[in-house]
């Protein structure tokens, strides 16, 4: 049941937004959310939308994948737009109804924040999307390291994120073979009011958290004995580098940025 | 070389789970250390590589005394270590990863762990599962990966603490002859297990019981004596109790370790009949 299960949505690729570092692609992620928060004109979010969409031609991800990561988004983005388009009051008046009034302003407002929405959405899955979780949180030690001095963990964090990942599909197997052992045994998970439903899971979490220790326990000594000793001294296989195409790509998106806005200013 | 010196351990506020246990293991050799639940076989597996510190007496390997911190490391990557439970000794998301976990711990440079990892991956005949995820592995799959990772260390020893216990038929047979090429590569190998039919393989076996050393010799002599193994809770392999049987039933037969040995006795004692 469990065993197809991705992990966060990496779509397998070789394009050169999958081969760019994955530091250069956080760290452009966050250039690209902060010009989408700063803009403010609707051409210009055509322009960083046609940057995205640029993105993924060149990274030959298909339109369904990062229309999946969009689709749990449409009841918040109905919910802001009703909520903007009512509650901004500024302009002139589109449409009065009763308590009901639209202004331009409101109306404006409301299409603004769906586009940010959609936009640091998208943006954002199109890393998930190009970047194995590994090299993820490889880049995310790698960038945080410097940290290290004022003793952020960054190297401790990083091998969490990595174990979090090896065990999830490992106890989602577990929870579905303990789900399944208490049902045979005459446990109803299914019917009843939500505090019932809640108070049926009791059996399922309480072995599942024994057990989960039980493999912590297993695991640190397996690592114990593999000499783990913290990052001290610690190489890695594969080391990153920063390429030429890391420059261009970096050049490119900080000049798209820049270009737009200025042309806000 | 792996020496324990009058060797004792407890567990807090339990009986003694090693006593008194000294033996030797010399380079090169294939030993089985096999006991009941609760014999102290496990026990003893971890104070081979300082996972355990010997509450009394010294564990020496290749001469480092197992007690000194500063010794660890070094031990550690001579004594790799396969345990039971395929799933809980596999660190990182993907198979290759995994497998330079301990070289990289371990401060080797980038392109020799790369290299050590390739070999290690073909030495346990999984280079094509490379880059898969580990939970997409079969149990016998992950604990040839789990033996890889511990190859990419260089290791002069090969613990297995019960390593074949949680798998099917398939898989412990493609473990158990991997672990036969690698000792006639010369790695010392030490399989701690249940399954006096993986003991009958090894060219010695030490049986504990209750935390003492009961038996120690090759398979011969100490499927001889099945007294002493019955009072440790052990029974003899398969093969051997239907050759202690038949001599029962009137036969004289010698004590024979596997099928076709025995088969040749029975038809030699018919001819003589």
Redesign the interface.
């Given at each position: 049941m469990f065993?197809d299960i991705t992990?966060g949505q990496y779509f397998p690729g070789n394009s050169p937004i999958h081969r760019l570092d994955p530091r250069t692609k956080l760290l452009l992620m966050i250039a690209y959310i902060a010009a989408v928060f700063l803009v403010q004109d609707m051409w210009l979010f055509l322009a960083v939308g046609a940057f995205a969409v640029g993105v993924t031609l060149l990274a030959r991800v298909p339109a369904s994948y990062l229309w999946r990561s969009l689709k749990p988004l449409r009841l918040i983005l109905l919910f802001m737009f009703v909520l903007n388009l009512l509650m901004i009051q500024t302009g002139d008046t589109l449409f009065h109804w009763g308590f009901l009034r639209i202004t331009e302003g409101g109306l404006r407002q409301a299409f603004y924040i769906s586009f940010r929405l959609i936009l640091l959405v998208g943006g954002t899955s199109l890393v998930t999307l190009t970047t194995?979780?590994?090299a993820l949180t490889d880049g995310l030690e790698r960038l945080l390291s410097p940290l290290a001095v004022f003793r952020f963990p960054a190297h401790e964090l990083a091998m969490i994120m990595?174990?979090a990942?090896?065990f999830i599909?490992?106890l989602l197997?577990e929870a579905d073979k303990i789900m399944k052992a208490q049902l045979s045994r005459g446990a109803d998970l299914e019917s009843g009011n939500i505090f019932q439903r809640a108070k049926a899971m009791v059996p399922i979490l309480v072995p599942l958290f024994i057990s989960s220790f039980?493999?912590a326990d297993?695991?640190a000594?397996?690592?114990?004995?593999?000499?783990?000793?913290g990052s001290e001294?610690?190489?890695?296989?594969?080391?990153l580098r920063f390429s030429r195409r890391d420059g261009l790509a970096a050049a490119v998106t900080l000049g798209l940025i820049a270009l737009i806005l200025l042309a806000q200013a | 070389m792996i020496t324990l010196d009058h060797v004792s351990y407890q567990y807090d506020r339990q009986d003694a789970a090693l006593n008194d246990v000294s033996l030797s293991i010399a380079d090169g050799e294939l030993v089985a250390i096999v006991g009941h639940n609760g014999s102290g076989k496990s026990t003893l597996a971890?104070h081979l590589?300082a996972?355990l510190l010997p509450y009394a007496g010294k564990v020496l390997v290749d001469g480092l005394d197992t007690s000194d911190p500063e010794n660890t490391?070094a031990i550690?990557?001579k004594v790799?270590?396969v345990?039971q439970?395929p799933?809980?000794?596999?660190?990182?998301?993907?198979v290759?990863?995994d497998v330079?976990?301990?070289?990289?711990?371990?401060?080797?440079?980038?392109g020799e762990?790369?290299r050590r990892?390739d070999e290690a991956l073909a030495a346990v005949g999984m280079e094509a599962f490379a880059k898969k995820?580990?939970?997409?592995l079969s149990g016998g799959q992950k604990q040839r990966v789990?033996i890889a990772?511990?190859l990419a260390?260089n290791p002069q020893v090969l613990v297995l603490d019960e390593a074949t216990a949680m798998l099917d038929p398939q898989g412990r047979r493609d473990v158990l002859e991997i672990v036969g090429r690698l000792h006639k590569k010369g790695i010392t190998v030490i399989m701690i297990t249940q399954h006096m039919s993986e003991a009958a393989l090894c060219d010695r076996i030490i049986v504990l019981s209750g935390g003492h050393m009961v038996l120690d010799g090759p398979p011969r002599s100490v499927f001889a004596q099945e007294d002493i193994l019955r009072k440790a809770g052990l029974d003899l392999p398969p093969v051997v109790r239907m050759g202690a049987l038949l001599n029962a039933g009137g036969m004289s037969l010698p004590l024979c370790l596997d099928v076709e040995e025995l088969a040749e006795a029975i038809w030699q004692y018919s001819c003589k009949m």
């Open positions: 065993k992990l194995t979780p590994i990595t174990i990942l090896r599909p490992t197997e039980r493999r297993e695991l000594m397996a690592m114990e004995s593999r000499c783990y000793h001294g610690r190489t890695r296989m594969h080391v | 971890k590589n996972l490391l550690r990557q790799g270590m345990f439970n799933d809980n000794q596999l660190v990182t998301t993907i290759e990863e330079a976990f301990g070289p990289e711990n371990l401060g080797i440079p980038s762990i790369r990892v995820a580990p939970h997409m789990a990772g511990m260390m």
